[in-house]
């Protein structure tokens, strides 16, 4: 039986219950046929505070895939998305200066929409990349998110920053839904990968730089506060913890020592510890998680030797590095090479 988690019970927005029925009203089916069900309106759905349980979206989302007969509605949820759906979240990141800023933003504030996901951006490595990591398996659901999420970050990034020319490498840790190949050939500057390790999207680190349409530092500002606030209203305990792996994940030296973030954060690094304990984790812990992510990217998206990849996690030696690795999977970083599914 699955569970869900306090985090899982804030639920997801009605509003993207809203574009799920945008999307199945292509078939011919209006609001009654998708929400009577479930005992759901959309004047409830667009009520800003209101949020479907998940159990309940997951079955809503059941229900979608029976009525329309599609595989998948991913596709069609990412394509439809703009970014004014997201709220305050997506204002700030709409009037951000650019595309750096506003991922550091998405994964500053997603979980505000979505609790149950994370978001990691980094810039490590040839490539710049955007991770998310859900912390449920409830299906047809996670699947569903992460194609629409994977897409409405493309159909996003294009109408924000007015370029179209944009290509990347896109990672599903799940297999490829059947029909698929007719998403993937309107995306023939994007390549697809299925039952990877990660959900992982890669890209360019030339499109970093790019310059939103609608930048507006004190629009953004405005909004950033808002999010702030939204944040302190849902209880969020995890702020701290978020900001340590956002300065571990984005440094050059992601082996940073404690007082090297504390300074960061302007605080003594026996706070950052008692804050962190707080928020119920340790800043070793983080650093294992960052240097962990880091390491299976490296392992299983380059040819880099272990030595090299000791050293760019911050390891003096490959023994050092082996004995950490083995802690964090239970296995050699060899035997994870030659096969991350085991």
């Known amino acids: 039986m699955k569970t ?6 804030q639920g997801i927005p009605g509003v993207y219950g809203l574009l799920l029925l945008d999307v199945v009203s292509r078939w011919g089916y209006n609001a009654e046929a998708l929400f009577t069900p479930f005992h759901l309106n959309s004047e409830q759905l667009a009520d800003p505070n209101f949020r479907i349980p998940t159990p309940v979206a997951n079955e809503l989302v059941k229900h979608a895939l029976r009525l329309t007969g599609e595989p998948t509605l991913g596709f069609h949820l990412g394509t439809q998305m703009r970014i004014s759906i997201h709220g305050f979240i997506g204002y700030a990141i709409m009037t951000a200066r650019d595309i750096t800023d506003a991922l550091i933003l998405a994964n500053r504030f997603i979980q505000l929409r979505m609790p149950f996901l994370q978001l990691y951006f980094s810039t490590f490595g040839e490539k710049a990349t955007l991770q998310l990591q859900c912390d449920f398996d409830i299906e047809p659901l996670r699947t569903e998110i992460a194609i629409a999420l994977t897409f409405g970050i493309i159909t996003m990034a294009k109408a924000l920053t007015g370029c179209e020319d944009l290509s990347g490498e896109i990672d599903f840790d799940f297999p490829k839904p059947a029909g698929f190949e007719r998403y993937m050939a309107k995306f023939p500057s994007h390549q697809f990968r299925f039952e990877q390790p990660h959900l992982l999207f890669s890209f360019d680190k030339k499109y970093l730089g790019l310059k939103m349409v609608n930048a507006d530092p004190i629009a953004s500002q405005i909004a950033i506060n808002q999010c702030e606030a939204e944040l302190s209203a849902l209880g969020e305990r995890r702020r701290l913890a978020m900001r340590v792996r956002d300065i571990l994940t984005n440094s050059e030296q992601h082996y940073l020592s404690i007082e090297n973030v504390a300074d960061r954060l302007h605080m003594s690094d026996r ?72």
């Open 4 to 9: 869900i988690s306090p985090r899982q019970d």
């Open 271 to 342: 706070t950052l510890k008692r804050q962190l304990a707080a928020e119920g984790t340790s800043f070793s812990t983080l650093v294992d998680e960052v240097r962990y992510r880091h390491a299976t990217s490296l392992l299983s998206r380059t040819d880099y030797t272990l030595e090299q990849i000791a050293d760019e996690i911050g390891y003096s030696d490959v023994a050092n590095f082996s004995r950490a690795f083995k802690r964090w999977s239970g296995r050699s970083p060899s035997n994870w090479r030659k096969d991350p599914y085991l």
